[in-house]
């Protein structure tokens, strides 16, 4: 697996906190939700967010937005995780919520309920609604990545690669959402390591992440936008660019900026690019075009 995706077993892919990341691995985040799992299922939702969709088999109507919903939901590949309640089978759990319609889909995001939607919808509204669901769950912190119900995803039931053991820790951590302490692993290791590829791709991730947890997604769009020559405000920008997947507008912005702004600002810009380029991946197209861009601009 290339540098691109950081896909070291255990570690947290940026690339799934994007719902229009292109390709996906194929994994199942889609699962049946009855009344006792419900609780420990929503739990997970202080990591990332639980979608849950109210159904009903006798709902001709409906199926297509059901399905819609679900293959959004993989193509997310772990941004999400859909929980499909069927209210003929678990009418309890319905009333609880207050369904009166089927489909309904509500998120909960940090525990918080949030509702979605009622009735069917078609794939680009449903596409909009979790995108505005991810902008929520990032602005709140919420960059963890839900496991697949059916497990990893393997040719012919090949087991999942081992972890390398120099990274439990930091893994571990990642895997809490401590992206303090796995910034503070990373750079332990970064010390012993100084030249390790994959222990700065890993800084790199996550000091990304670390940084995220104070996100208001809206406010950097805002204070962004009213100030073009504001660095720490573009900066934060461009680190919610990464994180939905657009790169190429992160570096354009940051290579922007750095073509106007003094020596001591230039450089703030350019340490944050080359962190950002191990993100995304040394060898992507759009990192090699925007590393000489880079060069130009400070030579």
């Known amino acids: 697996m290339t540098q691109a995706n950081f896909s070291r077993p255990g570690a947290v892919d940026l690339s799934t906190l994007s719902t229009a990341a292109g390709q996906h691995s194929g994994a199942n985040y889609v699962m049946p939700l009855t009344e006792v799992e419900f609780q420990a299922v929503a739990a997970r939702s202080m990591q990332h967010p639980v979608i849950v969709e109210f159904h009903s088999s006798r709902d001709q109507a409906g199926q ?29 759990l319905a009333q609880g919520f207050g369904v009166q319609a089927v489909p309904t889909v ?4 940090g525990g918080q309920l949030a509702p979605l939607f009622q ?8 596409a909009q609604v979790l995108d505005q669901v991810a902008q929520v769950a990032v602005g709140n912190g919420l960059t963890g990545r839900a496991t697949p119900v059916d497990g990893p995803a393997g040719p012919e039931g090949e087991a999942a690669p081992v972890a390398d053991p120099r990274f439990a820790k930091a893994d571990a951590a990642l895997e809490a959402g401590d ?8 750079d332990t290791l970064l010390a012993q390591t100084p030249h390790d590829a994959e222990v700065i791709a890993g800084r790199a991730q996550a000091a990304l992440l670390n940084r995220s947890l104070g996100f208001d997604a809206q406010g950097i769009v805002e204070k962004a ?6 660095v720490p405000a573009q900066l934060d920008a ?7 997947g657009r790169y190429e507008e992160a570096f354009d912005r940051l290579l922007g900026l750095a073509a106007e702004v003094g020596p001591e600002e230039k450089d703030t810009i350019r340490v944050r690019l080359l962190e950002l380029f191990e993100v995304v991946g ?3 197209p ?14």
């Open 179 to 186: 992206f303090a302490a796995a910034l503070a692993e990373f």
């Open 238 to 244: 461009a680190d919610l660019e990464v994180i939905n």
């Open 64 to 92: 297509a937005t059901s399905a819609a919903l679900a293959e959004l939901v993989n193509e997310a590949d772990g941004r999400f995780l859909l929980g499909r309640v069927d209210v003929d089978a678990e009418p309890r």
């Open 119 to 126: 009735g069917t919808k078609t794939r680009e509204e449903i």
């Open 106 to 109: 509500v998120a909960v995001i």
């Open 225 to 230: 936008a009213a100030g073009p020559g504001d």
């Open 282 to 284: 040394r060898t992507e």
């Open 286 to 299: 759009v990192v090699l075009k925007a590393r000489r861009r880079l060069a130009t601009v400070l030579f």
